[in-house]
């Protein structure tokens, strides 16, 4: 069952902060993130593990609560390279198998 | 090194038509996958493998059959095609992670196929 994201779209001014946020309705090992741009394959971004484990990719991190079933992504202070859509990918315990969300397309302007 | 190759890139094909896409990654991953994207629904998995020989279904599984003959090749195959498969088809590997997690995704570039 694909993870749910929020929002669907976001736009930005440059500098401003976005949270996208993931949730599950099943039990969850690992959460990833992905982003891709127009025309591009997705590119990995960061993995966290179920422990509460969090990861940080330059003003990009992110949390993972394996109680609530969900993950956050943080983008912070974003520049125009952030533009594009953001994915979560979901891993079930013991899985081998990574369930993608519908995405959340993020525009950062000037 | 190459990383994750599709073949073709691009495909037109009339409804009944049979076609194989390819992917072939160098980096000796034990799994491989085949994702489809349409707008608004993200990447869906239609099949994938955990080693040489295997093969499992995924979300969208219907119409789409799989081989993993060699470890480095994972072939998608469509036997009658329908417009209903226009899509853009991603292939991905990854090494594995000890207790379960697939670890990062290596995407390959996509393979747009449209059915007429």
């Known amino acids: 069952q694909q993870p749910v994201q929020s929002p669907q779209a976001v736009i930005l001014r440059e500098g401003e902060d976005a949270v996208i946020n993931c949730s599950s309705s099943k039990a969850l090992y690992s959460v990833h993130w992905y982003r891709q741009k127009h025309g591009e394959a997705p590119v990995f971004l960061m993995i966290?593990?179920?422990?509460?484990e969090q990861k940080g990719h330059e003003k990009i991190s992110a949390s993972f609560n394996e109680k609530k079933q969900q993950s956050s992504l943080y983008l912070t202070a974003s520049q125009l390279s952030y533009s594009g859509t953001y994915f979560c990918?979901?891993?079930?315990?013991?899985?081998?198998?990574?369930?993608f969300g519908a995405g959340t397309r993020l525009f950062v302007k000037a | 090194n190459a990383g994750v190759t599709q073949t073709p890139k691009f495909r037109v094909l009339k409804t009944g038509q049979s076609m194989t896409l390819l992917c072939a990654q160098d980096m000796n991953h034990e799994y491989m996958y085949w994702y489809r994207q349409d707008p608004g629904m993200g990447l869906r998995l239609i099949h994938y493998?955990?080693?040489?020989?295997?093969?499992a279904k995924g979300e969208v599984p219907d119409g789409y059959n799989v081989s993993r003959l060699k470890k480095q090749n994972f072939l998608l195959g469509l036997e009658s095609a329908a417009p209903s498969q226009t899509s853009v088809y991603f292939c991905?590997?990854?090494?594995?992670?000890?207790?379960?997690?697939?670890?990062?995704?290596?995407f390959g570039e996509g393979s747009r196929l449209t059915v007429l």
């Open positions: 493998s955990v080693g040489e020989g295997t093969t």
């Open positions: 966290l593990l179920k422990g509460g």
């Open positions: 990918g979901t891993g079930g315990t013991g899985g081998f198998k990574t369930i």
């Open positions: 991905a590997s990854a090494h594995g992670r000890p207790r379960g997690d697939t670890g990062e995704l290596f």
